[in-house]
């Protein structure tokens, strides 16, 4: 596996503002991708961040409102803009470590709640 | 659109008995899960992986059975401990593809 960090583990933050999480690995990893799971739901994949090059976004996600950035194999960051109190929810990074099959590993987690 | 789901969303299981959680997907062009357990406040921890060409993969005290005929997914947990209480999520996806597919959770209770 690999040891995965985020910052900040949590914030409370105001409306109309902007926040980055930043994730970062100890090892390099084939894919980086980040999550959202709003309060007692399950997970939904935001994007998928590649290195050196746009992210990938899914559905129901855009670029101008979670940019992310991924300068290289073990950092990312994912900035959530324009906060409103929907966007509160936990954002998780996670990779698929190089050389594994796919398994894929999460990080603690970024707690955010926008009053 | 498809989906993986996840049958009981609660499970009370007491201390020592083995736990069932079970899981069904729909996508049938999937072909890798992963078990993953997430305490409070914490990320999901991968619990343990099977490939579609298997049909059961054991770790330690846990084992994960696949049946593609019915698009069944299942996690066994032998001799339920009280650190065992967490939520548990099946998420699928295909070879080469990595994004994963979340069920909706199944929070698992041990009483002492």
């Known amino acids: 596996s690999a040891v995965i960090s985020q910052k900040p583990s949590r914030d409370i933050c105001q409306r109309g503002t902007s926040l980055t999480i930043q994730c970062q690995v100890d090892?390099?990893?084939?894919?980086m991708f980040w999550y959202r799971q709003q309060p007692g739901q399950s997970l939904t994949l935001i994007a998928t961040?590649?290195?050196?090059?746009?992210?990938?976004?899914e559905s129901g996600f855009v670029i101008d409102k979670f940019p992310i950035s991924r300068p290289n194999l073990t950092f990312s960051t994912l900035t959530v803009s324009n906060m409103s109190p929907e966007d509160s929810s936990i954002y998780l990074c996670?990779?698929?470590?190089?050389?594994?099959?796919?398994?894929?590993?999460f990080g603690p987690g970024t707690r955010l709640t926008v009053l | 659109g498809e989906s993986v789901g996840l049958h009981l969303p609660t499970l009370s299981v007491q201390e020592g008995d083995n736990s069932i959680i079970n899981c069904a997907y729909s996508?049938?062009?999937?072909?890798?899960f992963i078990w993953y357990k997430q305490e409070s406040g914490k990320g999901p921890q991968f619990i343990i992986d099977?490939?579609?060409?298997?049909d059961k993969r054991q770790g330690q005290r846990v084992t994960v059975l696949l049946n593609k005929t019915v698009k069944h997914l299942s996690l066994q947990i032998a001799a339920t401990q009280p650190g065992d209480s967490a939520v548990y999520f099946c998420?699928?996806?295909?070879?080469?593809?990595?994004?994963?597919?979340f069920g909706a959770g199944t929070t698992v209770t041990v009483r002492a």
């Open positions: 998420a699928e996806t295909s070879a080469g593809d990595y994004k994963l597919s």
């Open positions: 961040a590649n290195q050196g090059s746009e992210a990938t976004y």
């Open positions: 996508n049938s062009a999937s072909d890798y």
């Open positions: 099977i490939r579609s060409n298997m």
């Open positions: 090892s390099q990893v084939t894919m």
């Open positions: 996670s990779v698929v470590p190089s050389g594994t099959y796919n398994e894929q590993f």
